[in-house]
């Protein structure tokens, strides 16, 4: 397989010595047919943590102990687009991938950033994800890029943190909201007067303590982790949009593998989207009641259908811009979203 350049390969060589030694002397590892890596950003214990301990588990249970799959949390191997770029490269054979990230190489995939697309009903979402046509269009893309999606998850809703109540688009005027640098995303914020501030992750906290920017996005259990709690008074649901995650292999590793090993994967991966969702709601719960007892004083503030609507409404017009990012296939995977969304939902 050709080695993509934006890796070095001194970063490669760093990888597979750290790799080797790590696993030397391991047994399971001695022992099994398939020796894989699954690697990732979030914390041990933390959502992509469990669910990928419970991949490797199934794998490895359903397989006689054939597969064995070796964790590497906390960024041990590298960033989000670091990891993506090691799946592509073969050097691990799995990984989680935030449309965010993953927009620069799949462009389609940013539908899944657009604001009041999905219903405020994560259940519909689970079922969008267990069943939706909208893989026919997306999971392409993914394979033009040698990427191989098995499975979508979610994180939970995305909540607006603040000092002040974010309950109407008055609210967000002039309001600096960290965002990720995706055009899409800041896109969504401008829809609703405020002043979307790009700003790395790890540098957050300390912008939010500082006073450049006024407030941040993310699921509540990241909250917690990253304690941002600690430096905002607000916990806003606006449920915007899920914070959606694919599981990832690269498409020329896997089709390199038995057919029965493929089906088991596949099998594998698409059984645990119930088991992701159960635990992703219980974990955020959890982490919001941490908050809370920690921080007394933290209001969490739940929008009305009607304070809703007014956002979705400033919303829509975004579409137009991911369209003229996605125009071959854009319109249609959301219009088969929006199928999806309707079937979950009986409508």
Do not use: C
């Not at 054939?66 to 590497?72: C, G, Q, S």
């Not at 949390?73 to 449309?99: H, K, M, R």
């Not at 999905?118 to 269009?137: A, C, L, N, Y």
């Amino acid at each position: 397989m050709r080695i993509n350049r934006s890796v070095s390969l001194t970063a490669l060589s760093i990888l597979f010595v750290f790799l080797f030694v790590l696993n030397a002397g391991h047994s399971a590892w001695a022992a099994a047919k398939y020796n894989w890596k699954f690697a990732h950003e979030e914390l041990q214990g933390g959502f992509m943590d469990e669910v990928a301990r419970e991949f490797a588990n199934r794998l490895a249970q359903k397989s006689g102990g054939d597969i064995n799959i070796e964790i590497y949390p906390s960024g041990t191997l590298g960033t989000s687009e670091d990891l993506v770029e090691l799946v592509q490269n073969g050097a691990i054979q799995f990984n989680w991938a935030d449309a965010g990230h993953l927009g620069s190489q799949v462009t389609e995939v940013q539908a899944l950033l657009l604001h009041y697309l999905f219903p405020q009903d994560i259940k519909v979402v689970e079922k969008v994800m267990q069943t939706g046509s909208f893989r026919q269009i997306l999971d392409p893309r993914f394979r033009e890029k040698n990427l191989e999606p098995l499975a979508y998850f979610s994180e939970g809703w995305q909540v607006w943190t603040s000092n002040k109540p974010l309950q109407t688009p008055e609210d967000f005027n002039g309001f600096k909201m960290r965002t990720m640098t995706s055009r899409l995303i800041v896109d969504n914020y401008k829809a609703y007067g405020a002043n979307p501030t790009p700003t790395p992750f790890a540098e957050v906290y300390s912008a939010l303590q500082l006073n450049m920017v006024d407030g941040q996005v993310n699921p509540p259990f990241v909250i917690y982790d990253m304690k941002f709690y600690e430096v905002q008074d607000y916990l806003n649901y606006g449920y915007s949009n899920p914070f959606i995650l694919t599981l990832i292999t690269s498409h020329e590793f896997y089709n390199s593998l038995p057919a029965d090993i493929q089906q088991l994967i596949s099998e594998t991966a698409a059984e645990l989207i119930p088991f992701g969702f159960k635990w992703e709601q219980e974990f955020n719960q959890r982490q919001l009641d941490a908050m809370l007892k920690d921080k007394p004083s933290l209001q969490v503030i739940n929008l009305t259908q009607e304070q809703i609507d007014r956002f979705a409404k400033l919303a829509k017009p975004v579409r137009n811009v991911y369209y003229e990012m996605a125009p071959d296939y854009g319109p249609k995977l959301v219009e088969a979203l929006e199928k999806d969304i309707r079937n979950a939902s009986g409508k």
